[in-house]
């Protein structure tokens, strides 16, 4: 398999262009999801209850097998930002009034680096697929939302964090990922700001609009 491009060249073309994500196996994109799903329950497998609770990385396998997750378009609702692009190939992108922008998008078909049990070194792979150079030491461990209403106090789901930008004059940036080995998809939010205070604001801002949506089967 040929070494992708670096997560460096990849950070850099949220501050212009297009933010890619090479995954293996030519992998489809999911649409991101406009509202929250409501979970349905399947025989042997209770969704709702999974919805319910928070999904730290040693609860992965409490998912449905190969059913994706999905992410929320809630951004466009937070004060200073507005949506420049929407569900191209799955990705939706958003700019802020103080120059931060964000991309956001799901992918399926994540079985090749997925480590089976472990969602964590399953994410952990999915870094070091996007730069070989990452070490997993330089990841650290952050939330999203993980269903639930808006505005209301819900579960978690934990995501690795990886950062860049800290040399002098470089653009501060962020990317938030996991890849669900169980449900064969991963979650990839990349962010770009002008300065550190603005790229926290933003991370909470991400944190609180970007919900993570369950899988309904």
Request: hydrophobic letters at 45%; charged letters at 20%.
């Amino acid at each position: 398999m040929a070494l992708p491009l670096t997560l460096a060249v990849i950070l850099a073309g949220a501050a212009g262009c297009s933010v890619g994500v090479p995954d293996p196996a030519a992998p489809r994109d999911v649409q991101t999801t406009p509202a929250l799903a409501t979970p349905t329950i399947t025989p042997g497998h209770d969704a709702a209850a999974v919805a319910a609770r928070d999904l730290p990385f040693t609860a992965g396998d409490s998912l449905a097998a190969g059913v994706a997750v999905g992410l929320s378009d809630g951004l466009r609702e937070a004060p200073g930002w507005k949506p420049v692009k929407e569900n191209v190939a799955g990705e939706n992108r958003y700019l802020k009034a103080d120059g931060c922008l964000v991309s956001a998008r799901v992918r399926v078909n994540q079985t090749p680096l997925a480590v089976s049990g472990d969602d964590r070194a399953s994410t952990v792979e999915l870094f070091e697929y996007l730069d070989p150079t990452i070490l997993p030491n330089r990841l650290t461990t952050d939330t999203l939302r993980w269903g639930g209403e808006p505005e209301k106090p819900g579960p978690k789901v934990e995501v690795l964090v990886f950062e860049s930008g800290s040399a002098p004059g470089a653009k501060p940036t962020a990317v938030l990922a996991r890849l669900f080995g169980k449900a064969g998809s991963s979650v990839y939010i990349s962010l770009s700001c002008p300065d550190r205070a603005a790229l926290a604001a933003a991370r909470a801002d991400v944190a609180e609009r970007l919900v993570v949506v369950p899988p309904s089967n």
